[in-house]
Structures are given as structure tokens and as C-alpha cells.
T-cell receptor
Framework: SAVISQKPSRDICQRGTSLTIQCQVD?????MFWYRQQPGQSLTLIAT?????????ESGFVIDKFPISRPNLTFSTLTVSNMSPEDSSIYLC????????????FGPGTRLTVT | QKEVEQNSGPLSVPEGAIASLNCTYS??????FFWYRQYSGKSPELIMF????GDKEDGRFTAQLNKASQYVSLLIRDSQPSDSATYLC???????????FGPGTRLSVLP
């Protein structure tokens, strides 16, 4: 499976500011995904990021709040904009496996605390 | 809205026993089913996936799928304290673009 890294691993931010999270993969992948995992909760898909097209957002998530870039097949960024304490979560990127079997592999996550 | 249900636990089993984790899903059109393990403070790790009705074995792990009952389970044989984690069931039904995770079951294997 691909090796996935995320930066930063954690951050503490003030409300009203924005944070950009980077996701780097060691091989080219078509599908990349961004998830949020709130404390004690399961994973919720924010959006699907395909190279060369606009990200597809899930219900409840909007581009103005979570803009995503996907400039190439190994890299993506998620920005959390105008943050509030409710945005405190772990943000995870994932990539789809290459065998046509749709499994996803996750990066280590970014732990965000908004004060 | 697709839903995936799991017992939240905690499920406690003694070391060496079989742990049985269950998952039900609402979308009858779901095609692929995945089990992830998540240790506290870590990201989810894929254990195995299953597509066809029946059993699929990988080492100490067996996934069971019954599409008619919309039910998927994970059995862990010879449970070890290192298996203590949260186990997440995930369901997919649109060529990889519709992953939905269940709430997870916390497993505790007692030495």
C-alpha cells in the first residue's frame, strides 16, 4: 500500500484563523479523500479530491469552509477556514488502493485544536 | 442516507477467546465491506475486505458477509491483548466514492 504523510501532525489555532493541511503520497493515486474524526466519534467523509477536477463535497460540508486543492496525483491540501472550537477534530486523508478493490488507506492524521 | 450500525461496546473478551464484531448496513445496493482497526491516537488500519457472501479468512481474522440480511461480521480467533482497539466497519457502494463508516466497536482483550 502507499505511504501517506500529513503535515502538520497537530496544531493549536485561534478561532477565526485558517489552517492548511497537506497530504503527500509516495505514488500516484487517482482518488484521494478527506475525513474528519471528532473526539470519540467515527470518521465522516468531507470530500473526494480528484486531480484535475473540483472536489466533491458531502452533505454538510461546503467549499468555502473546507477548500481543497489537488494539483497532481501525489498531493492534496485541505484548508479549514474561519475556524471555531467546533472544528477541533482529527483530519485524515486517505487514498484508494490500486487493485480496483476500493479499499482506502489512511494517513497519520492532523490533530487540530481551536481555542 | 446510507447507515452503518455497530454495537459501540466495549466488548470484553478473555485472552485466547474468539471476539465477534457485528455490523449492519441499510443500503441494499452496497457492494464492498471493510474492517479497520484503530488504536487510540492512531489512524485506521485496514484489516480485511469482503465482497461475496460467505466467509473470508486471513490469519486469525475471518470476515463473514450475508447480503440478504445486510450483515457483516469480523471474528478474531485467539484474541490477544494487542487486539484491544476500536474496530470500524465501512461500507462502499459506488465504485469507491461512497464510503460510509460505522461508529465503531471498542474491543478489550483481558489478559
Amino acid at each position: 500500500s502507499a505511504v501517506i504523510s500529513q503535515k502538520p501532525s497537530r496544531d493549536i489555532c485561534q478561532r477565526g484563523t485558517s489552517l492548511t493541511i497537506q497530504c503527500q503520497v509516495d505514488s500516484q493515486v487517482t482518488m484521494m479523500f478527506w475525513y474528519r474524526q471528532q473526539p470519540g466519534q467515527s470518521l465522516t467523509l468531507i470530500a473526494t479530491a480528484n486531480q484535475g477536477s473540483e472536489a466533491t463535497y458531502e452533505s454538510g460540508f461546503v467549499i468555502d469552509k473546507f477548500p481543497i486543492s489537488r494539483p497532481n496525483l501525489t498531493f492534496s491540501t485541505l484548508t479549514v477556514s474561519n475556524m471555531s472550537p467546533e472544528d477541533s477534530s482529527i483530519y485524515l486523508c486517505s487514498v484508494e488502493g490500486t487493485g480496483g478493490t476500493y479499499e482506502q488507506y489512511f494517513g497519520p492524521g492532523t490533530r487540530l485544536t481551536v481555542t | 442516507q446510507k447507515e452503518v450500525e455497530q454495537n459501540s461496546g466495549p466488548l470484553s473478551v478473555p485472552e485466547g477467546a474468539i471476539a465477534s464484531l457485528n455490523c449492519t448496513y441499510s443500503d441494499r445496493g452496497s457492494q464492498s465491506f471493510f474492517w479497520y482497526r484503530q488504536y487510540s491516537g492512531k489512524s485506521p488500519e485496514l484489516i480485511m475486505f469482503i465482497y461475496s457472501n460467505g466467509d473470508k479468512e486471513d490469519g486469525r481474522f475471518t470476515a463473514q458477509l450475508n447480503k440478504a440480511s445486510q450483515y457483516v461480521s469480523l471474528l478474531i480467533r485467539d484474541s490477544q491483548p494487542s487486539d484491544s482497539a476500536t474496530y470500524l466497519c465501512a461500507v462502499e457502494g459506488n465504485y469507491g466514492q461512497n464510503f460510509v463508516f460505522g461508529p465503531g466497536t471498542r474491543l478489550s482483550v483481558l489478559p
